[in-house]
């Protein structure tokens, strides 16, 4: 079974960096899995969930305009791992951060699957 864990997030002051992570992993340890592709949402306190950035599978990053030229997605070279990398970070940065992945599996078939994490929270504040 597939889980998908992100870690990373606190609290710091506006202006601070941050880098969130989401690692898969699987319950049977005969299996193999990696992220083919995967995009950070956050949910700020009464308002809904919205889509941050999206690492594609080719490589390829796409970025919600107000995050654009502060926050870098990237995935590590063994795609168990992706990375949220959060600089000059603002109040309105406040949220649960999540991780959706497209996860392929390996064992004695090949399968793939969309996973959420359980989410981790950022704070922006002086």
């Known amino acids: 079974q597939v889980q998908l864990v992100e870690s990373g997030g606190g609290l710091v002051q506006p202006g601070d960096s941050l880098r969130l992570s989401c690692a898969a992993s699987?319950?049977?340890?005969?299996?193999?899995?990696?992220?083919?592709?995967f995009s950070w949402y956050r949910e700020a306190p009464g308002k809904q969930r919205e889509l941050v950035a999206t690492f594609e599978s080719d490589g390829s990053a796409r970025y919600a305009t107000y995050v654009q030229d502060r926050f870098t997605v990237s995935r590590d070279a063994n795609r168990k791992t992706g990375y949220l990398d959060m600089n000059m970070l603002k109040p309105e940065d406040t949220a649960v951060y999540y991780c959706?992945?497209?996860?392929?599996?390996?064992?004695?078939?090949?399968?793939?699957?969309?996973?959420w994490g359980q989410g981790t929270q950022v704070t922006v504040s002086s």
């Open positions: 699987n319950k049977n340890p005969g299996a193999t899995v990696s992220i083919q592709y």
């Open positions: 959706n992945a497209r996860v392929r599996v390996v064992t004695s078939a090949v399968g793939a699957g969309d996973f």
